[in-house]
């Protein structure tokens, strides 16, 4: 089966991930991660995409950005993709590639998906934090410290659903401390994972048929079978 065109979509959310191959590390070190941060806000400052929230993971890299422009995505996980390799086969002294194939990802509405979608990027490694550990459970290597309130992140721009959240940022921050602490339903994880694995967009029937009108392939799993016959 031929490959669908990526998901493009300007002005709307995108789940995002990266997978690296069997056996290797997204990064070995604090030095790799920091890279991988620099070469991020940097793919995203030139193509136009607005961090949201991310992961670095032991495995994989988890992104929650807005392009400006239906390429921006692309473009920008091609850039850091390229480059984070090239970084750190000549620190590690390795040749070949890193990723396990291509990207994937989903397109979200944000009404309903957005902050969901953080709580997914931010706990992807871990889910609910063990609360018991205090702030040393978060990892320093995702946005969830910004948003806590922790540090301030060059590379995350807060999108307005986060916004939406209080008046002060003191009233954010404990709006996310809760959200993060309750985490996702099991039902709900599983859903945004999938989507995100298979290109299936998260939005409203109306907005899905229209979109997919503009972009020209669909945004949902089709139903098996042959079409009904109309009696």
């Given at each position: 089966?031929?490959?669908?065109?990526?998901?493009?979509?300007?002005?709307?959310?995108?789940?995002?991930?990266?997978?690296?191959?069997?056996?290797?590390?997204?990064?070995?070190?604090?030095?790799?991660?920091?890279?991988?941060?620099?070469?991020?806000?940097?793919?995203?400052?030139?193509?136009?995409?607005?961090?949201?929230?991310?992961?670095?993971?032991?495995?994989?890299?988890?992104?929650?950005?807005?392009?400006?422009?239906?390429?921006?995505?692309?473009?920008?996980?091609?850039?850091?993709?390229?480059?984070?390799?090239?970084?750190?086969?000549?620190?590690?002294?390795?040749?070949?590639?890193?990723?396990?194939?291509?990207?994937?990802?989903?397109?979200?509405?944000?009404?309903?998906?957005?902050?969901?979608?953080?709580?997914?990027?931010?706990?992807?490694?871990?889910?609910?934090?063990?609360w018991g550990q205090g702030e040393a459970a978060w990892s320093n290597w995702s946005s969830a410290p910004h948003h806590l309130g922790l540090r301030t992140d060059p590379l995350v721009t807060d999108a307005p659903g986060f916004w939406a959240l209080g008046n002060t940022p003191f009233e954010r921050q404990a709006a996310w401390r809760q959200r993060l602490q309750e985490g996702l339903s099991e039902s709900l994880r599983?859903?945004?994972?999938?989507?995100?694995?298979?290109?299936?967009?998260?939005?409203?029937?109306?907005?899905?048929?229209?979109?997919?009108?503009?972009?020209?392939?669909?945004?949902?799993?089709?139903?098996?079978?042959?079409?009904?016959?109309?009696?």
């Amino acid at each position: 089966m031929a490959r669908l065109p990526r998901l493009g979509v300007a002005g709307w959310p995108h789940l995002l991930t990266q997978q690296v191959h069997d056996g290797q590390l997204l990064a070995r070190d604090d030095t790799d991660r920091q890279d991988l941060l620099d070469t991020l806000r940097e793919a995203a400052r030139q193509h136009g995409v607005a961090v949201h929230a991310y992961q670095l993971g032991a495995s994989s890299l988890v992104l929650l950005v807005t392009p400006e422009r239906a390429d921006s995505a692309s473009l920008f996980m091609q850039a850091v993709g390229r480059r984070y390799v090239a970084h750190h086969n000549r620190r590690h002294g390795r040749q070949g590639g890193l990723w396990s194939g291509r990207y994937r990802g989903t397109v979200l509405d944000p009404a309903r998906y957005l902050l969901d979608a953080m709580v997914f990027t931010e706990t992807r490694e871990s889910g609910a934090v063990d609360w018991g550990q205090g702030e040393a459970a978060w990892s320093n290597w995702s946005s969830a410290p910004h948003h806590l309130g922790l540090r301030t992140d060059p590379l995350v721009t807060d999108a307005p659903g986060f916004w939406a959240l209080g008046n002060t940022p003191f009233e954010r921050q404990a709006a996310w401390r809760q959200r993060l602490q309750e985490g996702l339903s099991e039902s709900l994880r599983r859903e945004l994972a999938e989507a995100m694995h298979k290109g299936w967009a998260l939005m409203p029937a109306e907005q899905q048929r229209a979109m997919e009108a503009a972009l020209g392939r669909p945004l949902s799993p089709r139903p098996r079978g042959r079409p009904r016959e109309l009696i």
